[in-house]
Every structure is written in structure tokens, then in C-alpha cells.
């Protein structure tokens, strides 16, 4: 396990962005916070104002700054834009590949495998998402496709499960590679806060898998 580490948040005001800050500094982990408006009072994280539109400050934000250990890109649009999604992934990726610094991106559900259909992805079954979150899942698809398509760097996509919500941190999960996975009480779901302890676990001990997923762990009483 490597602790001590300096970890790039792009997209440190966000919905996971902010929890895997959060996450990462309570372990003692030094943290570049990435945003066009960033801002903590945490002594363990560093605010660096960067647009992720401009391809040139984010190389420079990440160059400049000390040697991170690893990036974690969490950026998100709203609408979605594939285009910005799929270049940001890009700059992210070259830039961390000519530091020699590790990339894990936080991308969509719908690049994983189906649990009752290994042959039909997320993405196209409308048990999970339906027709008008269909070009969210594309634009995850693309993102990942990004990284499988690049030639040179250590990255890893993280696919959450099908809802990803605000909730409580229990530090409680199960790790899975390209198949959606679901819980024991039939959702496919975790908090932000518990895929924040997700990301930052691959960060400490990397796993072999360049592709997985997480869910919630239930845990039941005793008998």
C-alpha cells in the first residue's frame, strides 16, 4: 500500500471530485484541487484554479505544481459534451503519460457488460438507462475508449454503478471487473462517498484490471 501520496483532482468541486478530495486528505494524502473555482481550508489540499476547456493550463497545472503521484479525472458536463469529455480525457492522459504520473479516470456505467446479457453493454439496455440518458452513456463509452486507444501511460477507468448518489460513508464495497454489478437487495448502487474510498483504495494498491466497477457491500446481521 502506498500512502503519502500527491493526488490530482480534475474537477475538485464536483459530486465525486469533492468527495475523493475529502477522502484522500483524511488519509493523509497531499491534493491538488483542479477547478475553475476551487476553494478548502484543508492544510492537505492545494487550490489551482484551471479551466478543463483549456488544454494548455491543464497540462501546465499539472506540471508545474510539484510531481503528483496520480491523476484522478472526474470532470462531468451538463448537457453532456462528448467532444470536451473525450479531449479532456486526452490532455489528461498525454500529459500524465510524459510525467510518468498514473490516471485514473472516473467515467459512466454504460461501458460495462450487462449482468444478465455479457453480450449487450449497459449502455444499450434500458433497464438501466433509459432512452434519454443514452447520450451520457455514450459519452462514457467514448471516454473510455480514449484510454484503451492510447498508446503510452498507466490509467484505469473506473465505471461506477448504475445510480451514483450523495450518502454515507460506510467504507464498505464490493470490487468487480467488466459487468455491472448489483447488490444482494437487487440495486446496482453506491454513495459518492464510498466510490471516493474506491478511488482512493486503487490509488494506494492498484489492481490488475485496466477496466472495473464497485457496488455497495451489504452486510447482514448476525444470526
Not at 464498505?172 to 459518492?192: E, H, N, Q
Amino acid at each position: 500500500m502506498k500512502t503519502g501520496m500527491t493526488i490530482a483532482v480534475l474537477g475538485a468541486t464536483g459530486m465525486v471530485g469533492s468527495r475523493v478530495i475529502t477522502e484522500a486528505s483524511a488519509r493523509g494524502h497531499q491534493v491538488l484541487a483542479l477547478s475553475r473555482t476551487p476553494a478548502s481550508e484543508s492544510p492537505n489540499v492545494t487550490p489551482i484554479a484551471v479551466d478543463a476547456n483549456d488544454s494548455y493550463a491543464v497540462r501546465e497545472a499539472l506540471a508545474s505544481n510539484g510531481a503528483a503521484d496520480a491523476v484522478v479525472l472526474t470532470v462531468r458536463t451538463v448537457p453532456v459534451d462528448q467532444e470536451f469529455l473525450v479531449g479532456t480525457t486526452r490532455t489528461v492522459l498525454d500529459t500524465a503519460a510524459q510525467l510518468g504520473i498514473r490516471v485514473l479516470v472516473v467515467g459512466g456505467a454504460g461501458a460495462l457488460r450487462s449482468p444478465d446479457d455479457h453480450e449487450l453493454l449497459v449502455a444499450d439496455n434500458p433497464a438501466y438507462v433509459p432512452a434519454e440518458f443514452r447520450t451520457v452513456a455514450a459519452a462514457g463509452i467514448a471516454q473510455l475508449r480514449t484510454c484503451q486507444g492510447h498508446a503510452g501511460g498507466e490509467w484505469a477507468y473506473l465505471s461506477p454503478p448504475a445510480l451514483l448518489e450523495p450518502g454515507a460513508r460506510t467504507g464498505r464495497y464490493r470490487r468487480g471487473s467488466d459487468t455491472l454489478l448489483v447488490g444482494v437487495d437487487g440495486r446496482s448502487w453506491i454513495s459518492a462517498e464510498d466510490l471516493a474510498v474506491a478511488v482512493v483504495d486503487e490509488l494506494e494498491s492498484p489492481g490488475s484490471e485496466r477496466l472495473f466497477t464497485v457496488v455497495h457491500r451489504d452486510v447482514r446481521p448476525s444470526a
